[in-house]
């Protein structure tokens, strides 16, 4: 089985992060996405993020209903920093005959050099990272090394630019969310008050 995971805060879940795993989902012949909220992200300040329960719930609502796509917990069960080559390691342990291949944005491979062990996941994983076109600018792969570049798969996704930073303080603004979420997850933080 060739599964794609998607690994983030998802605080909240939004189009953009739809977008991308659907296209890697086709354009990678995924025959599943699992999205993997983070418990401990080694690059923000503990205690930043909203209760796990909510970020799981907005995932759910968001991809009920979408063949292959499933939330998983791996790292919500674990209480240490959620680092992707423990994740990956642990998965490519419990399932040794499945294709993983790590699907990122942009923004993240541009920050894999400073990951812990990033040749160890391009062991672990096919990485593959989505832009707008099929050529990747050279300073994203500034850093990474060799082994990394090999295992690089590039997704050419349509232009969409969110960012749940910007969600949130629209939220706390009180400003529209429609469109940008999906209507359930809307619903859902406005029911229980998030990001105010």
């Known amino acids: 089985m ?20 659907e296209q890697c989902r086709e354009q990678c012949g995924l025959d599943q996405v699992w999205f993997v909220p983070t418990k401990i992200p080694p690059h923000k300040p503990e205690g930043s993020l909203t209760d796990d329960k909510h970020r799981v719930e907005m995932l759910k609502l968001a991809i009920s209903g979408i063949p292959g796509f499933q939330v998983s917990r791996i790292e919500l069960d674990r209480d240490e920093v959620s680092w992707t080559v423990d994740t990956l390691s642990n998965l490519r342990s419990g399932r040794p005959d499945d294709e993983f291949l790590l ?7 541009r920050d894999m050099p400073t990951w812990k062990d990033p040749d160890r996941i391009a062991e672990l994983a096919t990485i593959v990272t989505v832009n707008r076109g099929p050529v990747l600018p050279a300073e994203l792969t500034d850093g990474l090394s060799d082994q990394v570049k090999s295992s690089l798969k590039v997704v050419d996704i349509p232009g969409v630019d969110f960012a749940a930073t910007d969600i949130r303080q629209r939220v706390a603004e009180g400003r529209s969310i429609r469109f940008i979420v999906p209507r359930a997850v809307e619903v859902y933080i406005q029911q229980h ?4």
């Open 2 to 21: 060739r599964i794609g995971i998607f690994g983030g805060a998802f605080d909240p879940v939004h189009y953009g992060h739809l977008l991308l795993a």
């Open 193 to 196: 008050g998030l990001y105010r």
């Open 103 to 109: 699907l990122i944005g942009a923004d993240s491979l």
